[in-house]
């Protein structure tokens, strides 16, 4: 059964052809992969002062606080913007690199669909978007492989923040055949429908995505949700706090909140043994979300991200033009990022799930069979600039120094997944070899032997 698996599973990524050239952009810089900014950036002063004047108000805010507006402020947040990605923007990430790495994940999701059993409705739902480039790749290789899905209906929904984003997703995936809703109240913003004919919904919220045995994916989105900041100190731990600088009044900074906060009273393990921590209560919030649908509708998530399992300290950075960025300095005008605290994510999902990995994403695409992917658009590819593209874009997904061992894979599973095949109703099995868990598909090495 085990073999049977991983063939099918092999299989699927063969018959992935798109003869395309598989790059976006060959000269990719990840947010990992920048050095300090020379420049001192132009500023965004509504955002600033938007930011003095409510701490002048209320005193100083947390860093979570700070993230949340500076991200997703809805005038002024950063990610209103819509142009933060690719080679002109201020970063770029995986699935704009090339194209393989969204086939394999689209690859990855039928997979766990028919892992599951094959269930009549599939719902594809994607936790922040971007471009949508992921979401295409993935819904190419679900229309490749549409007689593998049979009957299956399915259905494709957007988590994005950003109106412009949601925009920009809609015109790369429904040709711009999209409607905004007529209220704001509405939990369903935006509707649209694919060439193909899949529907496609955008919400604000993972909590208005309908129910349903669902797939989520969610690539570099858990390091955009805001973080707590708490430092050890001879009197505790205390929170990190951002305020206004007294000398310099347009300027920012860092304080430790003199006494404890409720946050640095509730989210610190009381074993832990760094001396600073960062901690995701958003993220944590939304891996609870996914764990109770998967264990009541079935499904499965895969995050993608770059993160530890709880080994880092002090990671919080900012990104601009590709380089990195004060986060304090011209709030608003820069992306704001914090590695993901695996062994956080895995202790908020519960026992409710089977959580597998995180694995580095060298392992990941390698199980997944990006080398076979590889040879077979090297092998039709004669154009000696797109090679050497197709080339450079693997190693910066797969390199150990590059993307390659700084992005994890990360996934929560319905235990029926995981759980030994029950024995057919006749047949004499030996009790020493009753069949293992069927492999899941990234986490597990694929072979035909
Ligand atoms: N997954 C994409 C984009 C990553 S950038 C890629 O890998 O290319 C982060 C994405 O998450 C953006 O689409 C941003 O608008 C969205 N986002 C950030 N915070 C969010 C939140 N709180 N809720 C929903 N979407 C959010």
């Not at 993972?206 to 805001?226: M, N, R, T």
């Not at 069979?369 to 593209?389: A, H, N, W």
Request: glycine letters at 8%.
């Amino acid at each position: 059964m085990r073999a049977f698996l991983c063939l099918k599973t092999q299989q699927l990524v063969i018959r992935v052809l798109s003869p395309s050239a598989a790059v976006r952009w060959g000269a990719a810089q990840s947010r990992f992969l920048c050095s300090s900014s020379p420049e001192e950036s132009k500023s965004r002063p509504s955002m600033l002062r938007h930011l003095t004047t409510k701490l002048k108000a209320t005193g100083p805010i947390t860093v979570a606080e700070y993230m949340r507006e500076v991200l997703t402020n809805p005038v002024t947040g950063y990610y209103v913007r819509n142009n933060m990605l690719g080679p002109d923007g201020d970063f770029i990430t995986s699935p704009e690199i090339s194209q393989i790495f969204g086939e394999l994940l689209g690859v990855w999701i039928i997979s766990e669909w028919m892992g599951a059993g094959r269930p009549k409705q599939l719902q594809l739902v994607e936790l922040g978007p971007g471009k949508g480039s992921l979401a295409g790749d993935v819904l190419r290789v679900l229309s490749q492989l549409r007689s593998v899905l049979g009957e299956a209906s399915v259905s494709l929904h957007l988590v994005e923040v950003s109106p412009a984003l949601s925009l920009l997703q809609a015109q790369n995936l429904t040709r711009s055949c999209s409607q905004e809703a007529d209220s704001e109240d509405e939990p369903v913003y935006r509707r649209g429908e694919t060439a193909a004919g899949l529907p496609v919904s955008w919400y604000r919220r993972l909590d208005d995505v309908p129910a349903g045995f669902s797939i989520f994916v969610a690539h570099e989105f858990f390091d955009a949700l805001p973080i707590h900041k708490f430092q050890r100190t001879q009197k505790g731990w205390r929170e990190v706090m951002v305020d206004i600088d007294p000398d310099k009044p347009d300027k920012l900074r860092f304080v430790v909140a003199p006494s404890p906060t409720l946050a640095s009273s509730t989210l610190v393990q009381a074993d832990e043994r760094r001396d600073h921590v960062e901690v995701c209560a958003e993220g944590g919030v939304i891996v609870q979300q996914l764990s109770k649908r998967i264990t009541e509708e079935g499904g499965a998530a895969l995050i993608a991200d770059y993160g530890h399992d709880g080994t880092k300290t002090d990671t919080f950075r900012g990104f601009k033009g590709h380089q990195l960025h004060d986060v304090l300095s011209s709030p608003g005008s820069a992306d704001l990022t914090a590695d993901v605290d695996f062994s956080y994510l895995r202790r908020m999902a519960g026992g409710g799930v089977a959580c597998l990995g995180p694995v580095s994403q060298r392992t990941f695409l390698k199980n997944m069979g990006i080398d076979t992917r590889m040879q077979v658009l090297l092998r039709s590819c004669v154009d000696p600039t797109t090679r050497k593209q197709l080339i450079s874009s693997y190693d910066m997904l797969t390199n150990p120094i590059k993307m390659g061992e700084r992005f994890h894979f990360f996934s929560l599973l319905h235990h029926s997944r995981l759980a030994k095949p029950k024995k057919t109703e006749g047949l004499k099995l030996d009790k020493k070899k009753s069949p293992a868990p069927l492999p899941v598909a990234g986490f597990t090495e694929l072979s035909i032997s």
